[in-house]
């Protein structure tokens, strides 16, 4: 039997085992790629071109971290310029994790 201490630890590697590390960076949206149209006031994302693949992914949500830190956001864009496992966000959404001053800032994030 498990206790339920153990139980959380494998939970948490297998949560950890399924995240990608990466910059994350923000940029001004519009139109995005998935077809949607949004504001600087957002929590959305752009993906890398290699995770966006044929937009799949538009209107999941991704979880980021950073330094104790969280924020959730939607896949409306695919970002030209990004590493494989690099986001783009928002800037509502980055300014949860970091000041925008930083401008560049490594993440690990998940799909939800």
């Known amino acids: 039997m498990f206790s339920t201490q153990r ?3 494998i939970l948490a590697l297998v ?3 399924n995240a990608f590390s990466g910059d994350a ?14 504001t600087a006031s957002d929590h959305i994302v ?6 966006y ?3 799949e992914h538009c209107s999941k949500s991704i979880g980021v971290n ?3 830190k969280y924020v959730e956001a939607e896949v409306v864009d695919k970002c ?7 986001i ?3 800037p509502s959404a980055f300014t949860e994790l970091a000041p925008e001053t930083k401008g560049r800032i490594q993440v690990t994030w998940n799909y939800l």
């Open 7 to 9: 139980f959380l630890s």
């Open 15 to 17: 949560g950890m085992a």
């Open 25 to 38: 960076t923000f940029y001004a949206p519009g139109l995005g790629a998935c077809g949607k149209h949004n």
């Open 46 to 51: 752009a993906l890398s071109v290699a995770q």
């Open 53 to 55: 693949g044929n937009g």
């Open 66 to 68: 950073y330094e104790g």
């Open 80 to 86: 030209e310029g990004c590493g494989s496992s690099d």
């Open 88 to 90: 783009d966000l928002s």
